[in-house]
Each structure stands twice: as structure tokens, then as C-alpha cells.
């Protein structure tokens, strides 16, 4: 057995795994087990220890690895213990024997505390140096220093005699094997015993098939009969819920704080209670309905009663969850699987989720594990291990991820090949619009395009529009080719009419026909070629009867809506959709709010509707003040008929807050502003916010946010704050890959790539990572010659370049991208880059630039390893090529607007700068929102689709406008659209004041602007009365 921690990207985790997976391939077969990353904590956690590799072998003992990822060049030099290294990624200097060591005898010092284990097996640490040849030690004559440890070198790995050398290294050498009572000791304090019993006895038992048990006790006297049973219980690791009428003891409930601690033990007591009921005992949430929601919901308020349904609910049902903020939703899916797992039986392997996001997908896999573990941690029941070992190979994806396997799978059945690519083709449409185009006007003269004072490169860029949005809105080929383009009032516009039919019924049949010619698609028909497998049975080649997980199901799109119908119809997939309609806000992807009601409508079986609005976040007071205004929005008085709502609205989506408190007076303020001292208002709104959450405790949300619509929003709001000297973070919409770090690491690509290509050359060595400055006056004798600056540049820096480039026909590419970033100290000298960047801007207070530069270094470091495990997890060894990875990278800057950078911790004083859609999940103690007087208006566009489910017929009808020309459908869909726009805008105002735990501060124009946020606020304010 062995066992891998959840790491994501950190420097020197290539190394270790490198080492992990000779050490796996070595060992599996023999009576070993192993960890990669196995923790150490000291007596009242006062610190912790973390080993690399850890190996337990029954014939060679326990054996701790410690890993360095460095190369020969690094090593300065080593006095006694002490090694001094070049700086890196970590400090310029270690003591890994010494590490090692200490490590071993602490892990040796507590399982020797088992008297049959003293002395009972050898030990040895040592330290793996993957990058560095025995030659390359003995040339720095670090072989005859007496104080250097054991190593296993590069060498040793690749012609396989390190483990020879590993069983002749020992600290300590036992006398003689290990019987089987003392190896089965060994593993028992591991919790690695009777492997084979425990996987069939704990995972597949059909006897021990439990998942919870719910109590309902009304005297002390019950309670005590089942109480040993229930400590047995939690051992087992079942759920425990408890409702008493009289209060349990406090020791009792202290002994079990570890399982209160995870929610495994939840005990719900009221004093007094008209509750006429006997004791009873409910196993995995068998009982009626009425008992639940008629009689123990109302007696115990705190209890969540959508919850329990949700995670209990027969696993053949369709579950659709509406969680409202801050309900708890994922904490819910992460029991609904534990649920599956003990109650039914399943297998990880089982479970499918999709999320929306990257950051989503990872955060999941550490929650599920930190669940495992802990239960494992809590019940020493094997199991948890097994399962925390396998969620690696869950498939938790986004829907883009997900799609992107079903498509892979059944290539084959849309005429494509296997090993899919994906790149942009941007130019391809660009050359198929135009060729088309001139086609046209060889048979229409061209003259009429200038009396209609329309220029050819403007109607192919229109064209262009056109096509862009209906890939954004999932239309297929037949789709397009099929589009009802309306009428014209003119007989001289016609034309126009005439070139877009001409154009969209051929550009998708090109376009296809060089997508299979390259055996490539681009990102959109990741999911919008699902469509054409969800008309017939395709489907069916797939696995049956999975467990369909989907996180923010009301940001689905028409297609990801028929795939999850079809899934479940056709392979009999058991469904578990959740999200919440009022946080539907990205319907300009294509997204459809009535994405519930339409997989309904779709899917043949029932499902299991489960509402949960219980708040764990927003205070009771702020709550109900929210309450007021998201009640105006959700009257049936707003479009242009006053019979629509803004928000979907009712009694029935009220959130109730659990966190009950008294309404104070600065809790939910909208002071009057004017375009003059908006910018005075906010400033002053901030210091005081961040005077009140300095008083609070070190265990409260300190967090200020400012939440504006835009990144450009964002970028003024940021201004007002250097101005005033306050720190900020941004945290803003799909700029990962534009960041520095992303651009950078791109230039070095093309560097080593194009070698012969000056302009990346150049480039490259006068970024971060090499910060030469080179004078473009030396340059200019060389008119652009690449070969004569390649020569100069080689004259005045040696092979301080070309190194890599040998390093790379021997290397992988990325251990060779390693090595520039640790060797030419790239996270070191990154703070001077921006000291630079940001310059002497008399503007910007002294203190507050040193702090930007701080946050704009941590902020380069976390997306620079954020690309680095993107990139990991995105190639194996075979497809890692220099080639995949920069066309991979080419196209992801080109056209990537989704992924976002991640996060750092920000110091109190220091406010964030979010857009609403990066604020989504997130929350603050204090949310202000100081633009509200923008336009959100659609009157600019110039080409509408007809939503899906507005369709009359087959054909979807479309609006465009050129200049003064326009179609029949063009303003039917422009009103339309209009009122869709102001209800999304209104979604994501609930999102954004949502976001709030104790304070939201709203700075309300005085004048208030049609089509703004502040004019939504303003008619809702217009209807409720709240204090100051």
C-alpha cells in the first residue's frame, strides 16, 4: 500500500515524485508499504515534522528519503551538517541528512514505544539527489569530505542499483527479520493491517452497510442505555445526530469534541418542548417525511432539515438541491458521497462531479480528502486511507474537462481521430470568412457596399461577431446553416441579407473540414459538439450507472443542460444537481437561469426537489434588512408588460440566519454620493471599516472587500486607494493568463523553442529570469539580423543561455525549466523587477508602493506555481514536449478569459478588489460597493440570438445591425434582451451583497442613472424603509 498527500505545484515536488515512483515500482510487490509527504506532529502539536518518502519493508525496515531536486551547481559547498546552496526557490542553505535523521528517530522513537518492536528492524535515512550523476559529486570532491551522508544519485535511479546500495546503508541493523507477529504489529501502528480482510470486511461488508443513525431522546434515562452504543458508533464511523428535551452533560459532550469537531456528532437540545414523541431510533435517514419536516424540524430550529434530506434521500433518486449563499451547499456534497460510499457501496470510481472552475475541482479533492483522513484520523478504520488513496482518481472535473473525455471517447462518431487536439483557429475563421466573402462579391458587385457606406474589412469583422456569439451560445453547424436572418425594409439592403446567408451556411463546413484534416477542435466545440451525440444513442458506448455530481448547475448552458438529461436517460446516471437560480450571472457565456426547470422538463424519471436556506454566514439582522429589498425585486410587477420579476424570489428562497443578532446602525448603510466626493465617501468608508474589523478577534473574518462590476472598475477604485494610502489586493476576472508570470514564462518558450529567432532571444534574456539589459543603440548596426545578434549576444554572456539548450536534448523539458528558474533565482530578484515597474510615481505613498510590490511579488509566485501544476496536470511524460507546451500556452493567452489567478492571504489593513463574478463562494465581514452608477446597457450590440427556449420552430431566429441597417427581428430581440440584461444585472447585485457577513455598504448616487445598479437599488429602496 501506498499512500500519496494532496500536494499541488511547489518547488522540488518533480523530484520527489520522480523518487515516489521508482521507490512504488520497487517495493510494490513485496511486503512494504510507503507514504509520499507522512506527517509528524510533536506532543500538543506544538510543531510539525514532514518526511518525504517514508519506506517500511519487512525485510530492510523503515527508511526515510529526503529529497533535494538541485542540481551540482546549486551545492556552494557542505560544512559538517550544513549544506550551502545557491539560492533557490528556499533559504541559500539545509541540512537534509541531518532532517532525515531527526525525522527517523522521531517516527522510530513512537513505534518503539511497542516493547516487541525495541530494536526489532533496521533503520536508515538518507538523501536522493535525482538531479545530480555520481560523476558530477566525485568532480567536486564532495566524495572525500568525510562529513557527507549516504546519497542516491541520478545514476543510481536510472540503471537501478540504488536499491542495493540502500539495503547495505544502515543507521541501525536488526539482528534478524521480523517475525509475523512483529510485522503485523508494525502495520497495525500505520493502520496498514490485514490488508486484504480489511478492504472486503470494511468497504464491501453488506452487514456493516450503515452511514448514520438519528436519536430522539426525551429522558436522561434513554439517553444513557444508548450511549455506549453511540460512542461504539462514532468509532465505527457513523454519523450521529441527537435530539434531547433536556441538556446533555458537558464532560460527555468534551470527550467527543473531536467528532463534534467534524460534524460526525450533532446534538440539537431544547429545554422545553410540547414534543409528544417516544424515543426513537432512525437509521440513514429511513422514516417518514411528515416526522422530519411536522414535528422534529419545528421543535429543533438549529437543525437543517434540507440537509439531512439531501444526504439521506434513496440513492436511485434524482436530487435537485437549491442552495441559496452561504447554505453550506459543498459541505453537502462531500456527505452525500460519503453517504454512497458506506450506505451503498460504491467506489470512488463511481462518482463523477462536475465543477465550474479549476480552483472549484481542486478545492473539492482537498475537502473529500481532508474528510478521509480525518475519519481515518477519528475511527482508525483502513478504509478512509483506501479511499483518501483513490481520490486522486476521482474524476472531478470542469464541464470543459468532462466534455472534452466524452469527446475523446466518440471521436470516432463525428468523424474525428484519437488524440484530439485543441488550438484557436482565430486565423482559420478569419481566412474562411474572407474567402467566402470575395466569393460573394465575384458574383454581387462590391459598389454596393459603398453606397451603404460599409467598408469590406468592417462586414467581415461584423461577420466575425456574429459567429463568435454563436459559438457562445452553443449553436451547431445545422443550427447555423439553418438561421432565419429576417427580412429587410430596403430592396438595397437585401444584399446584406444575402452575403450572411451566403457566408453561415458554408463558414461551419470549412471550418470543419480542416478541423478533421488537423484532427482538432477548438474550445468552444468542447461542448457544443456534445449536442450532436445527445440526438441519438451514441451515448450509450459509455459507462452506465454513474453518480453525477454538478456544482452551479444554474450556470449551465443549453447543451451542458442536454447532455446531463441524456446522461440520465440514456445510461441511467443518478443525477445530483445543485446550485442556486438567483446566482445565475453568466448568461453571456450562454448560461440559462431556467436551467433547472429545463433538465426537468427533459429528464424521463422524477426528481427529489431539496431546498436548503439555512445562512451560516450573513448575520440575522443584515439578513432580514437584504430580505426587504430581494422581496421588491422578486415582485411580479417589473418588464415591459409589469408582469415579470426581477429576481425568482419568494418566501421560499428567504435565507435564514443562523448567526442570530440584534440590527445595529452600521450594518447595511447607503450613504448619497455625487460624482465629486464619491471618491472622498468610499476612502472614508474604508478607514473606518478597517478600524472596526482591527478590534475584532484573531479567529473572525477580517476581510474588507470593495465589489465593483469590472476590471476597469476595479483598476479606478485602486487608484482612489493608492491615492489615500491603502493597500490593496485585486482579485479580478480572467486575467491568469495575462499575468507577468504566465507572459514571462511564455518568452522563455519562444527562447527555447526558436533559439535562432533574436527577437525571442532578446526578449527572454532581458525578462525577470535572466535581467540583462541590453542597449538597443548595440543593436541597430545589426539591422535585425538574427544570426549577427545571436553571435553578439553569444560574444558578451557565454553559454549562460545556450546551456539549457544542451540541457534540453538530455532532460525533460520542464526539470530543465526547473532548473533556469531555481538557477537564475527568479522568485529572488522578482521584487527588484517591480521596484522598477512601479518607478518613482510621486503619487503613490513610499509605504504603500513597498506594499504593492510585496503583494505583486507573492502574487507572481502563486501564479507562477499555479502554471507550473496546470501544467502537470495537463501533460504526461509523453505529450510534455517543448512544442505541446508552448502551442498549449499560445493559445490559452490567446483566448483564455476564464481562468483566474489565485488568491493570496491578505494583512489586515489591506482591502481587496473583486469583481462580483471573482467574489462568488467568497465572503467578508465588510462589503462596499462604491460603483453603482455605471450603465449596464446592450443597446451597442449589434447582433441578438434568439434564446432556445423562445424558439417557435427549428430555425433560430436572429437581429443584426450595420450602421443604420437593420433586420425585422432586430428590435423585438433588442427589448428582449434588454430586460434579460437588467435581470442578470439584478442576479449579480444579489450576489455581490450576499457576499456580506456583519457589514454592506452601498454608495447610492445622488442622481441616479437609467440601466445602472444603482437605479435597481434605488426603486427597491423606493418601496422599504431601512435605518441608517
Excluded at 462590476?709 to 476576472?733: F, Y
Excluded at 490567446?894 to 489591506?910: C, D, S, Y
Excluded at 460597493?929 to 449596464?936: A, Q
Aim: charged fraction near 30%; proline fraction near 2%.
Amino acid at each position: 500500500m501506498f499512500i500519496e498527500g494532496m500536494v499541488e505545484y511547489r518547488p522540488g515536488i518533480d523530484a520527489e515524485r520522480y523518487v515516489w515512483e521508482k521507490v512504488k515500482s520497487a517495493f510494490i510487490e513485496r511486503e512494504s508499504f510507503g507514504f509520499l509527504h507522512f506527517p509528524m506532529f510533536k506532543q500538543n502539536h506544538a510543531s510539525k515534522r514532514e518526511i518525504d518518502i517514508l519506506l517500511v519493508d519487512r525485510d530492510i525496515g523503515a527508511t526515510v528519503i529526503e529529497v533535494k531536486g538541485i542540481n551540482i551547481k546549486q551545492i556552494q559547498g557542505i560544512q559538517g551538517h550544513i549544506w550551502h546552496f545557491t539560492k533557490d526557490y528556499y533559504a541559500s542553505k539545509g541540512e537534509p541528512f541531518n532532517q532525515a535523521e531527526q525525522q527517523l528517530n522521531m517516527l522510530c522513537d513512537d513505534i518503539e514505544k511497542k516493547d516487541s518492536l525495541n530494536r526489532a528492524f533496521s533503520k536508515r535515512a538518507v538523501v536522493a539527489l535525482p538531479y545530480i550523476t555520481s560523476e558530477q559529486w566525485v568532480e567536486r570532491g564532495f566524495n572525500q569530505l568525510l562529513n557527507t551522508p549516504f546519497i542516491l544519485f541520478k545514476d543510481d535511479f536510472e540503471q537501478g542499483t540504488w536499491i542495493q546500495k540502500l539495503e547495505c546503508m544502515n543507521i541501525y541493523k536488526a539482528r534478524m527479520n521480523l517475525q509475523d507477529s512483529q510485522w503485523d504489529a508494525l502495520k497495525k501502528h500505520f493502520y496498514i493491517r490485514n490488508l486484504a480482510r480489511e478492504k472486503t470486511d470494511e468497504i464491501k461488508s453488506e452487514k456493516q452497510k450503515r452511514f448514520s443513525n438519528l436519536y430522539v431522546f426525551t429522558s436522561e434515562e434513554q439517553f444513557h442505555k444508548e450511549k455506549e452504543e453511540i460512542e461504539n458508533l462514532l468509532k465505527e464511523g457513523l454519523k450521529i445526530y441527537i435530539f434531547s428535551t433536556f441538556s446533555i452533560s458537558k464532560n460527555w459532550l468534551a470527550l467527543q469534541k473531536d467528532f463534534c469537531d467534524e460534524f460526525q456528532l450533532q446534538v440539537f437540545q431544547i429545554k422545553e418542548t410540547l414534543l409528544s414523541v417516544d424515543t426513537r431510533i432512525i437509521q440513514d435517514g429511513e422514516v417518514e417525511a411528515s416526522f422530519l419536516k411536522n414535528i422534529l424540524s419545528p421543535a429543533f430550529p438549529d437543525f437543517n432539515l434540507g440537509q439531512y434530506i439531501a444526504v439521506h434521500t434513496p440513492h436511485t433518486d434524482n436530487l435537485m438541491i437549491t442552495a441559496g449563499a452561504g447554505t453550506g451547499k459543498t459541505y453537502v456534497m462531500i456527505d452525500r458521497i460519503f453517504y454512497l460510499l458506506e450506505k451503498v457501496g460504491i467506489t470512488l470510481k463511481d462518482i463523477i462531479m462536475v465543477t465550474f472552475t479549476n480552483a472549484s475541482t481542486n478545492e473539492m479533492k482537498e475537502r473529500l480528502q481532508k474528510k478521509l483522513l480525518s475519519m481515518f484520523k477519528l475511527t482508525g478504520k483502513t478504509k478512509y486511507l483506501y479511499f483518501a488513496e483513490e481520490v486522486k482518481n476521482i474524476q472531478i472535473s470542469t464541464i470543459h474537462s468532462f466534455s472534452k473525455s466524452i469527446l475523446t471517447q466518440l471521436a470516432h462518431e463525428i468523424g474525428f481521430g484519437r488524440n484530439l487536439k485543441v488550438r484557436s483557429f482565430i486565423k482559420t475563421k478569419s481566412d474562411i470568412l474572407e474567402k467566402l466573402a470575395n466569393e460573394f462579391f465575384q458574383k454581387h458587385s462590391a459598389k454596393v457596399l459603398v453606397d451603404l457606406n460599409l467598408k469590406f474589412y468592417e462586414v467581415t469583422k461584423m461577420m466575425k461577431s456574429f459567429w463568435d456569439e454563436m459559438e457562445k451560445k452553443g449553436l451547431t453547424r445545422q443550427e447555423i446553416e439553418s438561421i432565419d436572418w429576417g427580412t429587410v425594409v430596403k430592396e438595397e439592403h437585401q444584399v446584406l441579407k444575402d452575403l450572411f446567408q451566403y457566408v453561415f451556411k458554408q463558414c461551419e463546413g470549412l471550418l470543419e473540414a480542416q478541423k478533421k484534416k488537423e484532427n482538432a477542435i477548438d474550445t468552444g466545440d468542447m461542448v457544443r459538439k456534445l449536442k450532436l451525440f445527445t440526438q441519438g444513442d451514441t451515448l450509450k458506448q459509455l459507462q452506465t450507472d454513474k453518480y453525477l455530481f454538478v456544482d452551479e448547475f444554474q450556470d449551465s448552458d443549453n447543451t451542458q443542460i442536454e447532455l446531463v438529461a441524456s446522461l440520465q436517460n440514456q445510461l441511467k446516471y443518478h443525477l445530483f444537481v445543485v446550485g442556486d437560480i438567483k446566482q445565475s450571472i453568466y448568461r453571456f457565456r450562454g448560461a440559462d437561469y431556467t436551467s433547472f426547470t429545463r433538465l426537468a422538463e427533459r429528464v424521463s424519471s422524477s426528481f427529489t426537489p431539496v431546498a436548503l436556506n439555512q445562512n451560516y454566514r450573513t448575520t440575522s439582522s443584515l439578513l432580514e434588512k437584504l430580505d426587504k429589498v430581494f422581496s421588491v425585486w422578486g415582485q411580479k410587477c417589473w418588464g415591459p408588460k409589469g408582469k415579470e420579476c426581477l429576481l425568482p424570489y419568494t418566501e421560499d428562497d428567504r435565507l435564514r440566519g443562523m448567526k442570530i443578532t440584534e440590527p445595529t446602525i452600521g450594518e447595511f448603510l447607503y450613504p448619497n454620493t455625487n460624482k465629486d466626493n464619491v471618491e472622498e465617501e468610499t476612502v472614508h468608508q474604508i478607514f473606518e471599516s478597517v478600524d472596526i474589523v482591527k478590534q475584532l478577534s484573531d479567529d473572525e473574518n477580517k476581510r474588507i472587500a470593495l465589489v465593483v462590476r469590472t476590471n476597469k472598475q476595479a483598476l479606478e477604485v485602486r487608484e482612489w486607494c493608492e491615492k489615500a494610502g491603502i493597500g490593496t489586493v485585486q482579485n479580478l476576472d480572467g486575467t491568469f493568463y495575462k499575468s507577468d508570470a504566465v507572459i514571462h514564462f511564455k518568452m522563455m518558450l519562444d527562447a527555447l523553442l526558436y533559439p535562432g529567432e533574436a527577437r525571442h532571444v532578446v526578449n527572454f534574456l532581458q525578462s525577470p529570469y535572466f535581467r540583462y539589459a541590453i542597449p538597443t543603440k548595440l543593436l541597430i548596426p545589426l539591422k535585425g539580423d538574427s544570426e549577427k545578434i545571436i553571435k553578439f549576444l553569444q560574444l558578451h554572456m557565454g553559454n549562460d543561455f545556450t546551456q539549457y539548450l544542451d540541457e534540453l536534448k538530455r532532460l525533460p523539458v520542464m526539470a530543465v525549466i526547473q532548473k533556469i528558474i531555481s538557477e537564475k533565482g527568479l522568485l529572488q530578484h522578482i521584487s527588484s523587477y517591480y521596484e522598477v515597474k512601479y518607478g518613482d510615481d510621486p503619487d503613490i505613498d513610499e509605504s504603500i508602493k513597498q506594499l504593492e510590490i510585496e503583494i505583486a511579488v507573492k502574487q507572481y509566485e502563486k501564479n507562477l506555481y499555479h502554471l507550473m501544476n496546470i501544467i502537470q496536470k495537463q501533460f504526461d511524460s509523453m505529450s510534455g514536449t517543448l512544442w505541446n507546451i508552448h502551442e498549449w500556452l499560445t493559445l490559452q493567452i490567446r483566448v483564455n478569459r476564464n481562468e483566474n489567478e489565485p488568491m493570496i492571504e491578505t494583512k489586515l489593513g489591506v482591502v481587496e478588489i473583486t469583481t462580483v463574478h471573482r467574489s462568488k463562494g467568497l465572503e467578508y465581514h465588510t462589503v462596499i460597493m462604491p460603483k453603482l452608477n455605471h450603465s449596464f446597457s446592450n443597446k451597442q450590440a449589434s447582433f441578438y440570438i434568439q434564446d432556445e427556449k423562445e424558439m417557435g420552430d427549428d430555425k433560430r431566429i436572429v437581429g443584426w445591425k450595420a450602421k443604420d441597417i437593420k433586420n425585422n427581428h432586430f428590435t423585438t430581440l433588442q427589448n428582449y434582451e434588454s430586460f434579460e440584461v437588467e435581470r442578470e444585472e439584478t442576479r449579480l447585485l444579489y450576489v455581490a451583497m450576499t457576499r456580506a457577513k456583519k457589514r454592506l455598504i452601498l454608495m447610492m448616487p445622488e442622481k441616479i442613472s437609467e440601466n445602472t445598479w444603482g437605479n435597481l437599488l434605488g426603486r427597491a429602496f423606493n418601496e422599504v424603509n431601512h435605518e441608517r
